[in-house]
């Protein structure tokens, strides 16, 4: 099993998303047809590029927002607001690891891995970028040393005793459509956290519909 995902955040509130889909290699490759075949003449889907004044755009939106769920993928967000654990952890030694995105990317990552049947594997992939990138491999480090711990639940292990964390990794996003779909997904929970009745969450809103 394979996943790829994207951030987002919100500023003023201090909340962070962590989000994407995770699916077989055939369900990703259908996902990478009919979505390129969506996008029709755009290389990429850039949520944040997009002109929000015309109709096209909303059309485009209802059409990619079903595809990741009906080639077969799964979605996963793991969230946090930062403001609501930063008194705790102050001065301590897990404020390293209480930064938002850390705890967002460790709690999506944990959700996917218990979401696998025994004997599978996955391996995750986070869009690569330099300002967040310290902050992942804090995170996929503190899994690591917390393994011992984590490994008490049965539901990370395969029944062989294997992690079904096989690897964790980075990827630039230009030249890959496997982004988008999570790209859209976190823009989709920003607005509908800013306001769900906004123009712009009502236009994103597809992904979620079909999101289950």
Not at 14 to 31: D, F, I, L, M, P
Not at 44 to 58: A, E, V
Not at 59 to 83: M, Y
Request: with cysteine; glycine share 8%.
């Amino acid at each position: 099993m394979f996943g790829y995902f994207d951030e987002t955040f919100d500023e003023y509130s201090r909340t962070t998303w962590v989000a994407g889909h995770v699916g077989n290699e055939h369900a990703w490759t259908k996902y990478v047809a009919n979505w390129k075949q969506a996008l029709g003449d755009r290389k990429q889907l850039h949520m944040s590029d997009l002109r929000w004044k015309k109709p096209y755009t909303r059309t485009l939106l209802s059409r990619l927002g079903p595809i990741p769920a009906q080639s077969g993928l799964r979605p996963f967000v793991g969230g946090v607001c930062s403001k609501d654990i930063a008194d705790l952890v102050a001065g301590t030694r897990l404020e390293r690891y209480s930064n938002g995105y850390v705890v967002a990317l460790i709690r999506l990552t944990i959700q996917a891995i218990l979401s696998i049947s025994d004997g599978e594997h996955l391996e995750v992939t986070f869009e690569d970028r330099d300002q967040t990138r310290g902050h992942a491999e804090d995170a996929l480090f503190a899994m690591r040393v917390l393994g011992q711990f984590v490994d008490s639940d049965p539901g990370l292990l395969n029944s062989d005793g294997s992690s079904k964390l096989r690897k964790d990794g980075f990827l630039r996003g230009s030249g890959t459509v496997l982004f988008d779909q999570a790209d859209y997904l976190c823009y989709a929970l920003l607005q509908r956290h800013r306001d769900p009745e906004s123009e712009k969450a009502e236009w994103s809103k597809p992904i979620l519909e079909h999101s289950g």
